[in-house]
């Protein structure tokens, strides 16, 4: 109904990815982005991963090094740097960065446990005690699935 409706654009992006259909995606995703301006370090990251995850990796390099250098200057969540991270495949990155998330008492948090950018982290022992930490999951399902 509102065609620059930027998170009407985030969500279909994020439909496309869910069905590998990236040029789609990353059109939706870099709409999104160009509605909300620059203040959305998010929108931000999420491109950055979209283009990983599409083979673009010098383009999400290049997303995630802006990120980096704007973190310098204003607050940039370690929820989007990881997500880029994630995207290209850096799994130590992609966990350490949610780490000092947590640290920060970082909203964004919340949606690791049902956020699907991250199923493929869900079996890693280190993802799954921060979310028990972080209070996503409840403690008696963290033993079961360890043994």
């Known amino acids: 109904m509102e065609p620059n409706y930027f998170l009407a654009h985030l969500y279909a992006a994020s439909a ?12 939706e995703a870099r709409r999104a982005r160009e509605i909300a301006g620059a203040r959305s370090t998010y929108l931000e990251a999420f491109l950055g991963y979209v283009l ?12 995630l090094e802006g990120l980096l250098k704007s973190s310098a200057e204003r607050y940039v969540s370690p929820y989007t740097i990881a997500l880029v991270h994630n ?16 640290a920060q008492r970082n909203p964004a948090m919340v949606f ?5 950018k991250w199923n493929n982290l869900r079996p890693d022992l280190r993802f799954l005690g921060l979310l028990r930490r972080a209070g996503l999951t409840p403690h008696s399902s963290l033993h079961q699935m360890c043994g």
């Open 16 to 27: 496309y990815i869910e069905k590998g259909m990236y040029p789609e995606a990353i059109g």
């Open 87 to 102: 995207g290209l495949g850096e799994r130590d990155e992609a966990l350490a960065w949610p780490e000092r998330a947590y």
């Open 52 to 63: 990983a995850k599409s083979g673009k990796e010098a383009e999400a390099r290049s997303v």
């Open 112 to 116: 690791l446990k049902v956020e699907p």
